[in-house]
């Protein structure tokens, strides 16, 4: 019984990471051709919506921010910015202009600034 609830604990948590939520994408069953994380790393830690477009080649054309815990700003262009990066297969059979709702998760960078660096030094 402890394992079996480990291993649901353990899924629940990587799902909650980020995923492919909704959208015309997830219906159509298109797949993802890179292996992109959904979890970046950023100035502070939290989690961001974003609508994608997809164009018949498979590269994302826009990302549009639906919804966020972030109140950072240059975190959530570092979200926009990698879900930029993803991409699908391609196909003419798909719409023109295919859309989908990722959630991307980000954790706040354990690597110290130089200026951080330079405070350590001194000591």
Request: overall charge positive; proline content about 4%; charged content about 20%.
């Given at each position: ?43 502070a ?10 164009n ?32 699908f ?35």
């Amino acid at each position: 019984m402890k394992n079996f609830l480990s291993l649901i604990f353990i899924v629940i948590s990587f799902a909650s990471l980020a995923q492919l939520i909704s959208g015309e994408i997830v219906d159509d069953s298109r797949k993802m051709t890179n292996k992109h994380p959904f979890l970046v790393e950023a100035t502070a830690a939290g989690w961001a919506k974003y609508e994608l477009a997809v164009n018949l080649k498979g590269n994302v054309t826009s990302a549009r921010l639906i919804e966020t815990s972030l109140k950072s700003t240059p975190s959530k262009m570092r979200l926009r910015n990698h879900a930029m990066g993803y991409t699908f297969e391609p196909g003419n059979h798909f719409p023109k202009f295919h859309h989908v709702i990722v959630k991307i998760s980000s954790m706040k960078s354990t690597k110290l600034s130089p200026e951080e660096e330079k405070l350590l030094e001194g000591l």
